[in-house]
């Protein structure tokens, strides 16, 4: 495997997964859509860097540098910062913060040590109480289909203000996720087909190679490293 990823949950409401990743030979991978965005510090070569890197909407080929280790952070969907709002940083459009030390960058006129996998919640909860990491309520309502005052249109226009990307993107991103993970898992294609929703295995086979980079046959066999996946929640998001 090019790239070996563990992950944890987080206390934060406004985290999905915290992660950990190390390469040791150089290589590519594909990097799979995703409708969440990242703070990633990455330690290649005897530098630390801070990158913040906003949804995907597509799968791209990435390449990997050797005897690399990588800490990210992974926020909810209708979380985003201010100051670098989704839709600019969407499609590897990433922002690599200024670095004062190895130990420390620069965001908000201010030093920020970089976080720990361990001590990730924490770092996150000084963000949050420094007013650099906010969440929009409309989007979670329309994410677990809560009934709300406004508009479908409202709604629609609060989503990709938040998060980037449309509702009906998010959607389709996050039903390819589910089915990667459910082939990895050694659920059959048809099951598979079933139980994300598809027409038939030929729109099933068209939605993984747009978001995953990988047919369902070569998922399953596991085919080519992915970038970081994880049993995704059951959220609705039609």
């Known amino acids: 495997m090019l790239i070996a990823f563990a992950d944890r949950p987080s206390d934060s ?11 040791e030979q150089a290589g590519s991978f ?24 906003g949804p995907e909407t597509r799968a791209s080929i990435a390449e990997c540098p050797p005897d690399g280790e990588w800490i990210g952070i992974h926020f909810k969907v209708g979380t985003f910062m201010p100051q670098l709002p989704n839709l600019a940083l969407r499609d590897r459009n990433d922002a690599t913060l200024p670095a004062v ?16 996998f361990e001590n990730a919640d924490v770092f996150v909860q000084r963000l949050q109480k420094k007013g650099l990491i906010a969440s929009d309520p409309h989007v979670r309502s329309a994410l677990e289909r809560r009934p709300g005052s406004t508009s479908r249109r409202t709604e629609q226009r609060h989503f990709l203000r938040a998060s980037g990307i449309t509702q009906a993107t998010a959607r389709q991103i996050e039903r390819a996720r589910r089915a990667a993970y459910l082939l990895q898992t050694g659920v059959p294609i048809l099951e598979v087909v079933h139980d994300a929703g598809y027409f038939d295995q030929a729109h099933l086979t068209r939605s993984l190679q747009h978001f995953v980079g ?5 998922v399953s066999r596991g085919e080519g490293q992915l970038s970081f996946l994880y049993k995704p929640d059951d959220l609705r998001l039609d």
């Open 13 to 23: 409401p406004v985290v999905e997964r915290v992660w950990r990743s190390h390469s």
């Open 30 to 53: 594909h990097s799979m859509a995703t409708c969440n965005w990242v703070m990633v510090v990455s330690r290649l070569k005897g530098q630390v860097f801070m990158t913040v890197r």
């Open 101 to 116: 030390s190895r130990r420390s960058f620069w965001l908000a006129g201010s030093a920020w040590e970089y976080p720990s």
């Open 214 to 218: 990988r047919t369902p046959a070569q």
